[in-house]
Nanobody, 124 residues
Framework: QVQLVESGGGLVQAGGSLRLSCLAS????????MGWFRQAPGKEREFVAT????????YYSDSVKGRFTISRDNAKDTVYLQMNSLKPEDTAVYFC?????????????????WGQGTQVTVSS
């Protein structure tokens, strides 16, 4: 099993920045990719970004490309999401996810493990 714990959420004004962290524990050696998803009130959970364990494969949703950066520190079993130029529409609960499977990393169904989420609120 793999456990994921997110941190770093909070309240920020539009145009500001936040950095989310996701600490993985347990059988982390089996993970091949980790991702970030978000869910706004009344909406479905949507893909934000993903990174392979080697860091060689990185993908972003169009809505965050150029503003968010995903990175990882394998020595610390931690994945980060640096969020810059935040907009009110970025307000959501952000979830970290991990998978042992290859492919379709932009899809919720590809991920087996999920964190509890961290709230990000961007005020206008």
């Amino acid at each position: 099993q793999v456990q994921l714990v997110e941190s770093g959420g909070g309240l920020v004004q539009a145009g500001g920045s936040l950095r989310l962290s996701c600490l993985a524990s347990g059988r982390t050696f089996s993970i091949v990719a980790m991702g970030w998803f978000r869910q706004a009130p009344g909406k479905e959970r949507e893909f934000v970004a993903t990174i392979s364990v080697s860091g060689s494969s990185i993908y972003y949703s169009d809505s965050v490309k150029g503003r968010f950066t995903i990175s990882r520190d394998n020595a610390k079993d931690t994945v980060y999401l640096q969020m810059n130029s935040l907009k009110p529409e970025d307000t959501a609960v952000y979830f970290c996810a991990a998978t042992r499977k290859y492919g379709l990393w932009y899809s919720r169904g590809a991920y087996e493990y999920w964190g509890q989420g961290t709230q990000v609120t961007v005020s206008s």
